[in-house]
């Protein structure tokens, strides 16, 4: 019998692209209170989000990943045809099935691998991890990973717990095989006891069985939520930094969930991160784009400035599930 040819040798991996779609609608917390009996005030107080995108019917899930996803082929400098694999995570894809990525690989012009992943607000640090292995192991020279959501499809404008804090957009990455070592190993888990702080209102067969209860909007009880990402996913982050070998003073940005600033903050503090370190504050105008909002905010850091390329990133996510993902990537 013949032994079965699989690859021996180990490439390297790292982020070569970015992109990224904000829908052309700017929503304002003034335009959203009435609804929820609430104010700006409080609103910026409790979560630090002023505003949010809301993509219109023509900015569907694909059409916003398809924007995205130009842009990070352009960064890296290659061609669609190239890719090997498109990923996209999302929650908010409106279709069972198919998945979203056959269809924005289609509209890209390629015939890549291509399939979803749903792992809510941490989809797209699992992406990550995934595409890294496949490139690792040779089994892909370029993937595609996309970060898409629009979450104002699933959200009850009237729940005071969720109304206000979530937004659409779309961020996309491209990973590339690479001569040097560019995203470390990543940590992450799940704790599926935990489903309840974060679900669909009903299942699609509760909806089918029952045509009068509420559309399956996303709910979640906050305060649960906060408490347990306060409290938890610092220690995670600190995992991924252990794990890549580098120390807080070696980064040059600290790139987390856009969940809620305060969390952002107390992360910042239970890491003991430098006073000076740039930390992504994208939620103030784009609000939790679950999925999309690392690589929305990494990107608005390139493209305003804030950090170089080439510099190291420790990135986590985590939300509905629950589970989490974090790794240190080196910034395209
Ligand atoms: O992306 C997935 C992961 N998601 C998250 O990480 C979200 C985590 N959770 C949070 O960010 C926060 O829990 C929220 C921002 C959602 C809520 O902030 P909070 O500080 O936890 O508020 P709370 O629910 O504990 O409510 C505090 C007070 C209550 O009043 P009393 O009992 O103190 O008098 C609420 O009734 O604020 C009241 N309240 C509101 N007031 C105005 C609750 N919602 C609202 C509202 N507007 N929308």
Redesign the pocket.
């Known amino acids: 019998m013949s032994a079965l040819g699989v690859p021996d040798v180990l490439h390297h991996a790292r982020i070569t692209g970015v992109g990224a779609y904000r829908p052309r609608r700017v929503v304002p917390n003034s335009e959203i209170?009435a609804a929820?009996?609430?104010?700006d005030e409080?609103?910026q107080e409790?979560?630090g989000i002023a505003s949010r995108h809301r993509a219109s019917d023509d900015e569907t899930v694909v059409a916003m990943a398809e924007h995205a996803s130009r842009g990070a082929v352009e960064y890296a400098g290659i061609d669609a045809s190239q890719l090997d694999a498109v990923l996209v995570a999302t929650v908010t894809h409106p279709y069972q099935t198919p998945a979203a990525a056959p269809e924005l690989a289609a509209r890209l012009g390629s015939r890549a691998a291509a399939f979803d992943i749903s792992a809510?607000?941490a989809g797209y640090c699992h992406a990550i991890s995934v595409a890294n292995d496949m490139v690792r192991v040779g089994t892909a020279e370029h993937v595609l990973v996309v970060g898409v959501e629009k979450m104002l499809d699933f959200t009850d404008p009237e729940d005071?717990?969720?109304?206000?804090?979530f937004g659409d957009g779309a961020g996309a990455v491209i990973v590339s095989r690479s001569e040097v070592p560019g995203i470390g190993p990543t940590v992450w888990g799940s704790d599926g006891e935990k489903k309840s702080l974060?679900t669909s209102r009903s299942s699609w067969m509760e909806l089918a069985a029952n045509r009068d209860l509420a559309w399956p909007a996303i709910i979640?009880e906050?305060?649960s939520?906060?408490r347990w990402?306060v409290w938890s996913m610092a220690t995670e982050a600190q995992r991924a930094l252990d794990a890549a070998g580098v120390r807080p003073d070696e980064l040059a940005a600290f790139i987390p969930?856009q969940?809620?600033v305060?969390?952002i903050d107390q992360m910042v503090k239970a890491l003991g991160l430098p006073k000076d370190l740039p930390v992504a504050r994208d939620i103030v105008t784009t609000a939790?784009t679950?999925a999309a909002?690392v690589p929305l905010a990494m990107e608005r850091m390139l493209r305003e400035g804030e950090v170089a390329p080439g510099g190291l990133a420790l990135q986590i996510g985590?939300?509905?599930g629950l589970v989490w993902a974090a790794q240190v990537v080196t910034l395209p």
Do not use: E
């Open positions: 209170v929820i009996d609430s104010s409080w609103i409790r979560s809510a607000c005071r717990g969720s109304a206000f804090i974060i979640m906050g305060p939520v906060f990402a969930h969940a809620n305060r969390i939790n679950s909002s985590f939300g509905a």
